[in-house]
């Protein structure tokens, strides 16, 4: 699969301050690719050197493999950039700013009116196109925001935490607009400090911390490169010894322990454990009374990877 993004030993210094430090990875072309990390972690900084907003102190990056420092006019035209902060001017009606961002792309006459109207249904707001974007809510900003990074056809489009702050009918909208766009080919960089919308959203993730990328892969590779779960289930009490017995010999067991009147059971892999358990369970005729399944995610990757959580 072709490289839309290439990043080889990244780095942008302020100072004394290194807020990215030799970072590399590549984008695949049609991908959505996670960045991964909590605030302060050098993700934006990173997005701002891909937009060339930045200029990094040393290493390099191409997009659609063009030099971001020696083809930087070049490389504008492939990119459609969503900042974090919000880039609209508020007393002007959202038509009125899609209009005037997509004259900036060099867009005028029936292709700017059909963009316009396209990103409008796009983000569900053609019925307030209108009114004054100081007039709407913060998830309705960011989703106008959105659609001022798509008027030009950009062939990749960088999302910079793009629910900060927003409604669930916002956000709902905002993963629903991913998907659609990465469906239709839109290759798309996404960061963010929730790991929810990295499991839901990313073919790959790069989790960074402190300017450093710490681990990249699907998120299903890095959560199960976290071997572990837990089962808590409870049972009446007459059948508990004799599934404790039996549980243990399990190659799927790490440990068994009685808690607060349940089972605590540490797993190396807590779904094929559940099943082994239920099995014996079942041989024994014992009632479940309760049972619950926590497996590792996105967090405890990086918990286990840095010692912090996410958004601590």
């Not at 302060?40 to 191409?62: E, F, Y």
């Not at 060099?106 to 796009?122: I, M, Q």
């Not at 082994?276 to 918990?303: G, H």
């Amino acid at each position: 699969m072709t490289n839309i993004v290439e990043v080889k030993d990244l780095v942008k210094k302020y100072g004394d301050n290194v807020a990215v430090k030799g970072i590399s990875f590549a984008i695949r072309q049609g991908e959505i690719f996670g960045l991964l990390g909590p605030n302060g972690a050098g993700k934006t900084t990173t997005i701002s050197l891909l937009s060339c907003l930045l200029t990094p102190t040393s290493g390099s990056a191409s997009v659609v493999g063009l030099d971001l420092v020696k083809r930087t006019r070049e490389v504008k035209k492939y990119i459609g950039l969503v900042p974090q902060d919000l880039a609209l001017y508020p007393t002007l009606s959202a038509r009125d700013n899609l209009n005037f961002f997509g004259r900036v792309y060099g867009l005028s006459g029936k292709a700017l009116n059909e963009r316009v109207d396209w990103t409008l249904e796009l983000v569900g707001l053609t019925d307030r196109a209108k009114d004054a974007v100081e007039t709407f809510s913060g998830g309705m900003k960011r989703r106008i925001n959105i659609a001022a990074g798509l008027l030009h056809k950009p062939d990749i489009l960088f999302l910079d935490e793009p629910t900060v702050g927003v409604d669930p009918q916002s956000r709902n909208y905002i993963f629903d607009n991913v998907e659609r766009l990465n469906r239709e080919g839109l290759t798309i960089l996404y960061t963010t400090h929730y790991m929810e919308e990295a499991e839901r959203l990313c073919h790959r993730v790069a989790i960074i911390d402190m300017g450093q990328i710490i681990a990249l892969d699907s998120p299903k590779a890095l959560t199960e490169s976290i071997s572990g779960g837990m089962i808590h289930i409870g049972l009446v009490n007459g059948k508990a010894d004799a599934l404790v017995e039996r549980a243990c010999k399990l190659s799927m067991i790490k440990d068994i322990r009685r808690v607060d009147g349940k089972l605590e059971i540490q797993t190396h892999r807590a779904q094929q454990a559940l099943i082994d358990v239920l099995e014996i369970a079942n041989q024994l005729d014992a009632k479940v009374t309760s049972l619950q399944v926590f497996e590792p995610n996105l967090e405890t990757v990086f918990l286990r990877l840095t010692g912090k959580r996410l958004r601590d």
